[in-house]
């Protein structure tokens, strides 16, 4: 079994920064792992912001956060990173961090593609 567990959300101005972890427990199989932070804002629908594979430096990244916000994994500690700088308002959400183990050419940007998933922690970006 597989457990998730993200850290590092909290309230901040408008463009601060933080830094969301995501620790992975259970399965340390590192072949064909993705990892990926989705978030859901006030009543929207969750969405994609970046997914990285365990292995190999290819990342992948919504084009609204692409060049602000940096995903990155430390092998030791078993740990995704978000890395999220000049944020916005509107990257207000709950963040969760999710895996799945398969041989993808492309890190998946639907949630139904990934089978597991943390709990969430919540971003304020006041203006």
């Known amino acids: 079994q597989v457990r998730l567990v993200e850290s590092g959300g909290g309230l901040v101005q408008a463009g601060g920064s933080l830094r969301l972890s995501c620790a992975a427990f259970?399965?340390?199989?590192?072949?064909?792992?993705?990892m990926a932070w989705f978030r859901q804002g006030p009543g929207k629908e969750r969405e994609f912001v970046a997914a990285?594979?365990?292995?190999?430096?290819?990342?992948r990244y919504q084009d609204s956060v692409q060049g602000r916000f940096t995903i990155s994994r430390d092998y030791a500690k078993n740990t995704m990173y978000l890395q999220m700088s000049s944020l916005k308002p509107e990257d207000t959400a709950v963040y969760y961090c999710?895996?799945?183990?398969?041989?993808?050419?492309?890190?998946?940007?639907?949630?139904?593609?990934?089978?597991?998933w943390g709990q969430g922690t919540q971003v304020t970006v006041s203006s």
């Open positions: 999710a895996a799945v183990w398969k041989t993808l050419t492309d890190a998946p940007t639907e949630r139904s593609e990934y089978s597991y």
């Open positions: 990285l594979k365990w292995s190999s430096p290819y990342t």
């Open positions: 259970g399965r340390t199989t590192t072949t064909s792992r993705v």
